[in-house]
């Protein structure tokens, strides 16, 4: 009895495995290099812009305002470090930057405290009435500030909290809820339900696993969620801006431009204002400094879930 073997046919483009298929020809990844390298040339071009403004800003903010007027991109001859003891003092930025402290502190806080239980029952539970909330706050990050401003201050005014850190802590949180949640959903949905599970097995409550188990996953998650909402409520000037109206209750931004206003009367102190946008910056800009790492790699899992 003879034996016989199979040959397998010859390859053919119907055949050929699909990753070779899809590494595409020479001439477009040729392509797609080029265009890698041009894509990071002008993302270093922008990296080197905002280092030298930043620098700018910072020899500004110690030459007086006569040598700025003369020389605007010359080299300070003596650091004039009164220019932040002005700003501080007849910017009003001492009490200004406490407001700035305990709005930012408080609202993020409030903000990652409510949105973080909700992000998890919504990225948990897949029934049709989570999809449509999830959706609906969606639907808040598509809502610029400007078009729900005059609303805010009408509603605020009926419960006498314009011109209050407390209002404008409530519109912070608020604000920050659609962008917030949307973000926490993605990392609560990229956690192993494994885990969660025999937790439950064990005995473990709802309750107790999402505080045991999921809340101690998702640090990272909230942690970026936190930073986020502190570098934006620090920054913010439209809403503050619109709703305080008195000196002893402005943020920073508010602060900085009630004081360039005051030159109109007394003066231009060009070294004083860029001593206030350092004070302001500086602080965010340590911030990023020091998480910011951790605040790329977070986000870039968050948002990719």
Do not use: C
């Amino acid at each position: 009895m003879t034996e016989t073997t199979l040959t397998p046919p010859p390859p053919d483009a119907t055949t050929e495995p699909r990753n070779r298929r899809d590494r595409g020809s020479p001439a477009s990844r040729g392509d797609r290099s080029v265009l890698r390298s041009i894509g990071i040339v002008f993302v270093w071009i922008a990296v080197a812009m905002g280092l030298l403004l930043l620098a700018w800003v910072i020899l500004q903010s110690l030459r007086d305002t006569r040598s700025i007027l003369g020389n605007p991109f010359g080299l300070p001859t003596a650091l004039e470090w009164n220019n932040y003891a002005r700003a501080w003092t007849q910017g009003n930025f001492g009490i200004a930057a406490w407001n700035s402290f305990t709005v930012t502190i408080i609202s993020s806080v409030l903000t990652i405290v409510v949105a973080a239980p909700a992000a998890y029952f919504l990225g948990r539970v897949q029934t049709p009435l989570t999809e449509g909330l999830t959706f609906y706050f969606i639907l808040g990050l598509g809502i610029p500030a400007q078009v729900i401003l005059i609303p805010l201050f009408v509603m605020l005014n009926y419960a006498n909290l314009t011109d209050s850190l407390i209002g404008l802590n409530l519109v912070y949180i608020g604000v920050s809820m659609p962008f917030t949640t949307f973000l926490l959903v993605g990392f609560f949905r990229s956690l192993p339900v494994e885990v969660e599970e025999a937790a439950a097995l064990d005995g473990a409550s709802a309750w107790g696993t999402m505080w045991r188990i999921a809340m101690p996953l998702a640090k990272g998650g909230i942690l970026t969620a936190f930073i986020l909402q502190v570098i934006s409520h620090w920054n913010e000037t439209l809403l503050a801006l619109t709703l305080l109206q008195t000196t002893d209750k402005y943020t920073l931004p508010v602060a900085l431009i009630s004081f360039i206003q005051q030159q109109t009367y007394s003066g231009a102190d060009w070294g004083g204002e860029f001593a206030g946008i350092v004070l302001i910056v500086l602080p965010m800009l340590l911030l990023y400094l020091w998480v910011g790492s951790k605040l790329s790699a977070g986000l870039t899992v968050g948002m990719g879930k």
